[in-house]
């Protein structure tokens, strides 16, 4: 029976102490080729304690310690030895210390130094570190320039994988032709690459989307309207994935306008996206749970109402402030845009209906009742103000309010499968079965598959 090597290691520990570093040459390399990473690290530190002078081994150590979340020895271990370290080793791995530790900007910055140092082979492990981290902290400035740095110090797969990563980097930075540029050349050298082909079907979107996106973007240019023109160059940027420049435009459209919500929700998507949700948090948008759709269909009614409400607070437009908000997925946000449309027309019902839907999300129950309540007072002819009160009610097992409800909004909406299912829900859990068993067969009849439209048959 063969044993793991962590065995093997723990069988012969007392043999090892006195081991030379020569010695245990072919064990760490057994611990390497098998990946046993803890048994790793435990071999090069005897091997180092035995005498070993080998620069590469103490760099490897050092840096198989932050992996295993030991990141106190290895700062201990690295500010004992730096000087028998090569400059771009220290760097490279005060680099891999502060990623360990969150501090993306430190970590970028001795990376940076680290290429700047010319560290021979470890150029393309380290420029594929700076890369990923400049993409997960939405700094794709710093990969341009790094990367086109590097490129001429590596051939073959790495080049080309460094490359597509350079391509990536222009994408997410707004420069568009280039990174369809690069992209090509990455595939041309080395389209199996895994990093290659991975990203290129991004770089071929971009590419089919090059004909409608410039002139899109020289037109967002150029209005006159700063505030419109730099939230259209934020969606079209963020619809092919470029979030870094989005959300400079989304800064740029705040500063034009400054009591407007839409670019603080690009924003906010685009630091989620960067893997900074605090940062997000600060500006009160949560998490957003239909990307594509945010992009395309709700920033533009966002922004549409954002223009609509420069001359002061106009309740329709609140009110669709609210609904969109709440449809992206932030009912603190919603709830006050319905309660600002109330209070701007105390008789508009969309506020009222979207005030309790997103009280509701909350878990406000009582301001949610209150809410419906008021919706179906002011607009009784909403088929969706009366199911909301119903689902409201049915929560409350008041199944004879909520059937009821149900009724309205099926006056309303005759053919509204969700109204349907749970007037049925209420009917059965009052006894009522055969009101219930019709409701039944109205919403299976809605819902059953149709029957496929047989092919006409060819006369000869």
């Given amino acids: 029976?063969?044993?793991?090597?962590?065995?093997?290691?723990?069988?012969?520990?007392?043999?090892?102490?006195?081991?030379?570093?020569?010695?245990?040459?072919?064990?760490?390399?057994?611990?390497?080729?098998?990946?046993?990473?803890?048994?790793?690290?435990?071999?090069?530190?005897?091997?180092?304690?035995?005498?070993?002078?080998?620069?590469?081994?103490?760099?490897?150590?050092?840096?198989?310690?932050?992996?295993?979340?030991?990141?106190?020895?290895?700062?201990?271990?690295?500010d004992g030895s730096a000087s028998k370290l090569a400059p771009a080793a220290v760097d490279e791995l005060r680099g891999d210390l502060a990623a360990a530790q969150g501090k993306d900007g430190e970590a970028l910055a001795a990376w940076e130094r680290a290429l700047g140092a010319r560290p021979g082979n470890r150029t393309a492990p380290l420029a594929d570190k700076l890369a990923?981290?400049?993409k997960r902290s939405g700094q794709p400035e710093i990969a341009i320039r790094n990367l086109r740095k590097v490129l001429g110090a590596v051939s073959g797969t790495d080049a080309a994988r460094l490359r597509m990563q350079l391509a990536m980097a222009l994408l997410r930075h707004g420069d568009f032709d280039e990174a369809v540029k690069e992209g090509q050349a990455a595939s041309k050298a080395a389209a199996a690459e895994t990093v290659v082909k991975a990203n290129f079907p991004a770089i071929e979107a971009l590419q089919r989307a090059l004909p409608t996106l410039n002139p899109g973007l020289a037109r967002a240019?150029?209005?006159?309207?700063?505030?419109?023109?730099q939230m259209e160059i934020g969606m079209l940027c963020a619809a092919v994935g470029a979030l870094p420049a989005a959300r400079q435009a989304a800064e740029a459209a705040l500063k034009a306008q400054p009591e407007a919500l839409a670019p603080v929700l690009l924003q906010g998507y685009a630091l989620r996206a960067f893997g900074k949700p605090d940062d997000a948090a600060k500006?009160?948008?949560?998490?957003?749970?239909?990307?594509?759709?945010?992009?395309?269909?709700?920033?533009?009614?966002?922004?549409?109402?954002?223009?609509?409400?420069?001359?002061?607070?106009?309740?329709?437009?609140?009110?669709?402030r609210a609904a969109n908000l709440l449809a992206a997925g932030q009912p603190v946000l919603a709830l006050e845009a319905g309660e600002?449309?109330?209070?701007?027309?105390?008789?508009?019902?969309?506020?009222?209906?979207?005030?309790?839907?997103?009280?509701?999300?909350?878990?406000?129950?009582?301001?949610a009742v209150r809410y419906a309540k008021l919706a179906t007072e002011l607009a009784p002819k909403d088929a969706e103000a009366w199911n909301f009160s119903a689902q409201l009610q049915r929560?409350?097992?008041?199944?004879?309010?909520?059937?009821?409800?149900?009724?309205?909004?099926l006056?309303?909406?005759?053919?509204?499968?969700?109204?349907?299912?749970?007037?049925?829900?209420?009917?059965?859990?009052?006894?009522?079965?055969?009101?219930?068993?019709?409701?039944?067969?109205?919403?299976?009849?809605l819902t059953a598959p149709k029957p496929p439209t047989p092919t006409p048959t060819k006369r000869s």
């Fill in 132 to 134: 990923e981290q400049a």
């Fill in 221 to 229: 240019r150029s209005n006159p309207d700063k505030f419109v023109g």
């Fill in 1 to 78: 029976m063969k044993r793991p090597l962590s065995c093997l290691l723990a069988l012969t520990a007392t043999a090892a102490v006195s081991a030379t570093a020569q010695d245990l040459r072919p064990q760490i390399e057994a611990a390497r080729k098998a990946e046993d990473k803890a048994s790793l690290v435990e071999l090069q530190r005897r091997a180092l304690a035995a005498g070993s002078a080998d620069a590469n081994l103490l760099r490897e150590l050092i840096a198989g310690m932050i992996e295993a979340g030991d990141a106190k020895r290895a700062q201990t271990l690295l």
């Fill in 340 to 367: 600002a449309a109330l209070k701007a027309d105390p008789k508009n019902g969309i506020g009222a209906l979207i005030a309790g839907q997103a009280s509701s999300q909350l878990g406000r129950r009582a301001e």
């Fill in 395 to 409: 929560r409350r097992t008041d199944y004879r309010g909520a059937v009821e409800a149900f009724t309205q909004a």
């Fill in 411 to 445: 006056a309303l909406a005759p053919r509204d499968v969700d109204s349907l299912r749970g007037r049925e829900a209420c009917l059965r859990t009052l006894g009522r079965d055969g009101e219930a068993d019709r409701d039944r067969e109205a919403w299976m009849a």
């Fill in 283 to 320: 500006l009160r948008v949560a998490p957003i749970p239909d990307g594509p759709r945010f992009v395309a269909k709700l920033l533009p009614a966002l922004t549409s109402a954002d223009v609509a409400l420069r001359s002061g607070p106009e309740a329709a437009a609140l009110a669709r």
